[in-house]
T-cell receptor
Framework: GENVEQHPSTLSVQEGDSAVIKCTYS??????FPWYKQELGKRPQLIID?????GEKKDQRIAVTLNKTAKHFSLHITETQPEDSAVYFC?????????????FGQGTELSVKP | DAGVIQSPRHEVTEMGQEVTLRCKPI?????LFWYRQTMMRGLELLIY????????DSGMPEDRFSAKMPNASFSTLKIQPSEPRDSAVYFC?????????????FGPGTRLTVL
């Protein structure tokens, strides 16, 4: 079955710096790749997603890139702020074929120091 | 829209007791997912339903766990008998029928502690 590996497990940056989180997936049939942010004690919430027919997507300070050939995708956060501190999860899905079943990475704990 | 609703928010029980977790998905969402989150294992999919029918229960850890969805607006996850290793946060999530986006909306979770 699908397996999603996420790195690093923890990441500490200074406010204003950029942060990059990387994920690899095993099933080449996966075609939907969302990123969720989970603040301490809260629920995971979608922050950005990308489908396999797109190589990059941006939304203000966050962007996601996808390399289908290498089967990896990355989350980029620029101009980090303390409120970006949270655990970030990547996920992969085969979309329609699997009814949206998401396989999550293990998470990255991002700490942004003021 | 009230979002996905879960109850109870916290549950403390003793080993051997039956535990029932409840979920109300967002109205109109055809898919419902149950996840378990622990520090050791991360976010694991336990089971998911499409139009009230269980589609994939391969993540259910053992026979002590069971899930039902009697109608489009209600689902339960039951653990009987409960064990200390079942302590975790259990999330329910729902999504629309697959389309351009498969965004899953998570409920607030139920924090289960089994003593």
């Amino acid at each position: 079955g699908e397996n999603v590996e996420q790195h690093p497990s923890t990441l500490s940056v200074q406010e204003g710096d950029s942060a990059v989180i990387k994920c690899t997936y095993s099933d080449s049939a996966s075609n939907y790749f969302p990123w969720y942010k989970q603040e301490l004690g809260k629920r995971p919430q979608l922050i950005i997603d990308i489908r396999s027919n797109v190589g990059e997507k941006k939304d203000q300070r966050i962007a996601v890139t996808l390399n289908k050939t290498a089967k990896h995708f990355s989350l980029h956060i620029t101009e980090t702020q303390p409120e970006d501190s949270a655990v970030y999860f990547c996920a992969a899905s085969k979309g329609d074929n699997q009814g949206g079943k998401l396989i999550f990475g293990q998470g990255t704990e991002l700490s942004v120091k003021p | 829209d009230a979002g996905v609703i879960q109850s109870p928010r916290h549950e403390v029980t003793e080993m051997g007791q039956e535990v029932t977790l409840r979920c109300k998905p967002i109205s109109g969402h055809d898919y419902l997912f149950w996840y378990r989150q622990t520090m050791m294992r991360g976010l694991e999919l336990l089971i998911y339903f499409n139009n009230n029918v269980p589609i994939d229960d391969s993540g259910m850890p053992e026979d002590r766990f069971s899930a039902k969805m009697p109608n489009a607006s209600f689902s339960t996850l039951k653990i009987q008998p409960s064990e200390p290793r079942d302590s975790a946060v259990y999330f329910c999530a729902s999504s629309l029928a697959p389309g351009y986006t498969d965004t899953q909306y998570f409920g607030p979770g139920t924090r289960l502690t089994v003593l």
